[in-house]
């Protein structure tokens, strides 16, 4: 949203973590440059056994969608921007395709809300979505019948989207999406690039070209839609995705369907030639030095200061070992 920072953990103020010694360490906005170091630490620092986020009241919030095809969608992308309205994106690759979210705050709304169009939204996209597309990767082996049932589903989706959630007054905490535990035949998984904004133009397109190259050639496409997200710049956590400017990112989307790990390392490959910016917990796959190029020198900062609070590696688990491997 304008004027918020561009991920969760930014609004921490305050944290308590145990220390690999054994000691206690309290940090917070006096120490404004351990907090941000903190803010993205992954646990590599100390446990974090409590933490103080700032929060605002809650306002009525509009919600309305437009789809566009991808040449359409990038010619008019700084005309969306300037709406100045918070964007999140579904992306159809084979149906050259997006269907952009566009919400703001409405503290003026009147009436009453509208608590029944986000469960709506939700129970397609967490839950009857992803069941869907997964029997339908268990039950039709044809790819060409399997994939046109798909993408014949992502059409209702799409036409849901834009003709039924919409609505100038809805309750912005609905739109959370509650998932099972232990989880069922609803689960899913996505992978994560974030590009900078003049930059993410070329890199949607060729997302887009690589999508339908490698399905052509390698015979695997995911199972359900890409999403996607404008960031703003935030600079509250070291390893922030949105360090060096506003960001949008590109994330498929799968049931985990035969082929996708592999799909994943040359999407990688792709987005870390194009200059993406990784999330470690989201960025499933992802090399040394893949991290390395996409976060630089704050990289380098990170895996330095990390050895001052950790010499002796007690919380470096075997992935990060793998990541900060010199």
């Not at 993205?40 to 566009?68: D, Q």
């Not at 690589?210 to 359900?224: A, E, I, L, P, V």
Request: neutral net charge; contains cysteine; aromatic residues 14%.
């Amino acid at each position: 949203m304008p004027g918020e920072y561009g991920q969760v953990g930014s609004y921490i103020t305050k944290v308590e973590m145990v220390l690999p010694s054994g000691d206690i360490l309290e940090v917070d906005e006096s120490q404004p440059e351990l907090l941000q170091l903190v803010r993205s630490s992954y646990g590599l620092l100390g446990i974090i056994t409590k933490a103080t986020l700032r929060v605002h009241p809650i306002l009525p919030m509009s919600v309305y969608y437009e789809t566009f095809t991808l040449e359409d969608f990038l010619q008019k992308l700084p005309d969306l921007i300037a709406r100045n309205e918070s964007m999140m994106y579904y992306v159809f690759p084979f149906d050259n395709l997006i269907t952009v979210e566009f919400r703001k705050y409405n503290p003026g709304a009147s009436g009453k809300a509208n608590r029944i169009i986000w469960p709506l939204r939700n129970y397609l996209w967490g839950s009857a979505g992803p069941a869907f597309c997964r029997q339908v990767e268990a039950e039709i082996p044809d790819k060409t019948i399997r994939y046109g049932v798909i993408d014949g589903f992502c059409a209702m989706w799409r036409f849901k989207l834009t003709n039924l959630i919409h609505d100038d007054y809805t309750i912005s905490t609905d739109q959370m999406i509650r998932y099972p535990v232990p989880s069922n035949n609803s689960r899913y998984t996505f992978s994560f690039w974030a590009f900078p904004e003049d930059r993410f133009p070329a890199a949607l397109a060729g997302y887009f070209q690589f999508s339908r190259d490698y399905y052509q050639q390698k015979g695997y496409r995911s199972n359900m839609l890409s999403v996607g997200y404008r960031v703003a710049k935030d600079q509250e956590s070291l390893l922030s995705y949105s360090f060096d400017g506003n960001a949008m990112t590109v994330d498929p989307v799968s049931t985990a369907n035969p082929g996708w790990e592999t799909f994943l390392d040359a999407y990688n490959e792709l987005c870390s030639n194009q200059g993406g910016v990784p999330l470690f917990n989201q960025t499933a796959r992802i090399t040394p030095a893949q991290a390395q190029k996409g976060l630089g020198e704050r990289w380098k900062l990170f895996a330095k200061t990390r050895k001052t609070y950790d010499p002796g590696n007690r919380l470096l688990n075997g992935f990060f070992r793998n990541m900060l491997r010199e």
